[in-house]
C-alpha cells in the first residue's frame, strides 16, 4: 500500500476528524455530531523519544465544533503490569497530558489508565512497542499554487511544503506525520514595566492529512522525496517557524485503526458513497464496556527530523502583521497580539531546542 493523501472534506467531517486527533493534535465517525454530544475521547500514545508521551482528553460537543477538553483527570502509564509513571496536564492547555522524561522501550508492553474527575475508569488494551523506526531527513520547498478562495475564485498562494527522504524500519507498518512549532509574539504596551514573554505554539502542519505504509512487499528500505504535507505562508513565518517530522513505527491494530480513519477522511459527503461508521480504538470504560469511547493509545517507536524555516529563506519579503511593528499593522488589533495565548496551543513554554 503506498500513502494516500485525501482532502476537501466538509466542515462537519473535518470536525470529525479533529475530534478523534485531538490534538492537534491530531483526528468517531458519524456525519450526526447531534448524537455523539458528551463521549469520552482518549488518544495519545507512549514512545521511545522523551518528551514525546502524550495523552489528549477531551468530551465530544452536540454539535458542530471542537471537543471539550477534560481536566483535572488521573493519567498513569503501565509498563507490563507495573506503574512506569503519571502523566501530568499542561498548565497552559487543558486536557493534554505530558510525561516527560520518559522514554519507551522497544519490545515491552504498555497501557494508560485513566480517571476521570467523576470517577469513572478508563484503560486501553496493551500494546507492545515495536522493534525500530529507521530515521528520517525533512526538506521544504517554497512553491505558490492555485487554490480555490472563500468566494470560490481561483486564486494563487503561496505555501511551504514538507517533503522527507525516509530510511524505512524493519517493522511492517508505518505512519509519518508532521508538527509545527513557532513563535508568536504580544504588542508591548509602552506602559508596561516589561516586555511581555513570547508563546510557542505546538500544532499539526496539516492535520487532515494521514500517511500511511504497509511496506509487506517494498524490498527497498529506502523511501526517498516523500510528501507529507502543505501549510499556507502566513504571519506564523515571520519568527522562527520549525517543522518536526515524525517517522512512526506502529502495531498491525493501530495501523488498521488509522487506516479506518484515513477512509473516514477520503469520504466526501455523496450519496453514491458507502455511510461512514464510528471509528472505535483501543480504550474501553473498566467497569462497562458498553459505553462508547473513541481514540486510540498506542505504543510507538519513532524517529524525527527538524527544519528550520526564517522570513530570510523566502524569495520574497513577508509583509503581515507580526503584532509588533515589523509589518502592516492592523487596527484594532487581533486577539493574539493582545494576548498570544488565546492562540490554540499556545504556551509559554519553550522547547529546549528552539
Not at 139 to 149: G, K, L, M
Not at 198 to 225: H, K, M, W
Not at 287 to 303: K, L, N, R, T
Amino acid at each position: 500500500m503506498v500513502p494516500h493523501r485525501y482532502a476537501n472534506m466538509n466542515r462537519r467531517l473535518a470536525n470529525l476528524i479533529a475530534i478523534i486527533i485531538l490534538s492537534g493534535c491530531l483526528q468517531p465517525v458519524d456525519i450526526n455530531t447531534d448524537a455523539l454530544g458528551g463521549k469520552v475521547i482518549i488518544s495519545g500514545q507512549v514512545s521511545n523519544l522523551e518528551g514525546e508521551s502524550v495523552v489528549t482528553i477531551g468530551l465530544t460537543a452536540e454539535s458542530d465544533r471542537l471537543p471539550y477538553p477534560v481536566s483535572g483527570a488521573i493519567v498513569n502509564l503501565f509498563e507490563g503490569d507495573e506503574l512506569a509513571g503519571s502523566y501530568t496536564e499542561d498548565p497552559f492547555i487543558p486536557g493534554k497530558y505530558k510525561l516527560p522524561g520518559f522514554a519507551g522501550i522497544a519490545g515491552n508492553s504498555y497501557h494508560v489508565q485513566v480517571i476521570m474527575p467523576d470517577d469513572k475508569t478508563y484503560a486501553s488494551v496493551p500494546e507492545t512497542m515495536p522493534p525500530d523506526a529507521g530515521s528520517i531527513t525533512p526538506y521544504y520547498e517554497i512553491v505558490a499554487e492555485e487554490v480555490v478562495n472563500g468566494e470560490g475564485n481561483l486564486a494563487v498562494q503561496d505555501f511551504v511544503k514538507i517533503y522527507a527522504n525516509a530510511v524505512l524500519p524493519s517493522n511492517r507498518y508505518i505512519r509519518w506525520s508532521v508538527e509545527e512549532v513557532y513563535m508568536a509574539l504580544e504588542t508591548p504596551d509602552p506602559n508596561a514595566p516589561v516586555t511581555p514573554p513570547p508563546c510557542f505554539v505546538t500544532q499539526d502542519a496539516e492535520p487532515q492529512v494521514i500517511v500511511l505504509l504497509d511496506r509487506q512487499y517494498l524490498g527497498s528500505n529506502d523511501y526517498p522525496d516523500l510528501y507529507l504535507a502543505r501549510r499556507e505562508v502566513d504571519v506564523s513565518f515571520m519568527l522562527r517557524h520549525y517543522f518536526i517530522t515524525y517517522q512512526t513505527s506502529l502495531t498491525a491494530k493501530a495501523y488498521d485503526y488509522w487506516r479506518k480513519v484515513e477512509i473516514l477522511v477520503g469520504q466526501n459527503g455523496s450519496v453514491f458513497e458507502i455511510p461512514p461508521a464510528k471509528v472505535f480504538g483501543n480504550v474501553k470504560n473498566t467497569s462497562d464496556e458498553s459505553e462508547e469511547v473513541f481514540g486510540y493509545f498506542q505504543a510507538s517507536h519513532q524517529s524525527f527530523g527538524r527544519v528550520l524555516l526564517t522570513k530570510d529563506v523566502f524569495p520574497y519579503i513577508l509583509n503581515f502583521n507580526d503584532c509588533v511593528g515589523g509589518g502592516v499593522m492592523s487596527f484594532p488589533l487581533p486577539q493574539r497580539c493582545i494576548r498570544c495565548l488565546s492562540i490554540r496551543n499556545s504556551s509559554l513554554e519553550r522547547p529546549p531546542w528552539f
